[in-house]
């Protein structure tokens, strides 16, 4: 039988994660007094999110009624208080179609005040990364997002933890700094 606790702590914990479910993102986003960091690094997401499926489909008209307005009302309401929303989109390349359909709506969330960069999989070889998507608000917490290996979200996780965010915090600033601003990469 395997054993279920190392050093006295359930294998499956991490220190300083939270047990109850987290805040709404909304909530966590519109507390931010600074910056808040997202590191991307799947190739798909929601497979069957419908603006994705709209733009896929080449279907224009519903692709245009899908267009995400309560997320970029969001960002433009953050930002336009100061705070710097910076992400990041590890990707495979040659690169999958639901990166081609991130790649391109970026504009809109460029437009509503976000500073995203795209860093070619190939390049990230030598840095340090953890497992999952995760956000870092104002350097002192980090959400984490689980998804399934088709990308079907499945949940968020606090951290408090000091250590895993600074790691978080670190990883991602060698991340921004080996990336490629939006308006430079071309995909491949």
């Given at each position: ?18 047990e ?11 507390a ?59 990707v ?27 860093l ?16 870092v ?7 984490f ?7 079907d979200?499945?949940?968020t ?10 790691q ?5 600033e ?15």
């Open positions: 039988m395997e054993p279920t606790s190392v050093a006295g702590r359930d294998r499956d914990r991490i220190p300083g994660m939270a109850e479910p987290d805040p709404p993102f909304e909530v966590l986003l519109r931010c007094t600074s910056s808040a960091v997202h590191l991307e690094m799947r190739d798909a997401y929601t497979p069957s999110d419908p603006w994705f499926r709209a733009w896929l489909d080449g279907d224009n008209e519903e692709f245009g009624r899908r267009l995400r307005r309560p997320w970029l009302d969001l960002i433009r309401e953050v930002t336009g208080r100061g705070v710097v929303i910076r992400r990041v989109r590890v495979s390349e040659p690169v999958s179609d639901y990166v081609r359909f991130e790649h391109a709506t970026t504009d809109s969330n460029i437009g509503a005040g976000e500073q995203i960069r795209w070619p999989r190939r390049l990230a070889s030598g840095l340090l990364l953890p497992g999952n998507d995760y956000w608000f104002d350097g002192q917490r980090a959400q997002n689980y998804f399934s290996g088709a990308g979200f499945l949940a996780r606090l951290c408090d933890n000091p250590d895993v965010v600074r978080c915090t670190a990883a991602f060698a991340v921004w700094k080996r990336a490629v601003p939006h308006e430079e990469y071309r995909l491949r």
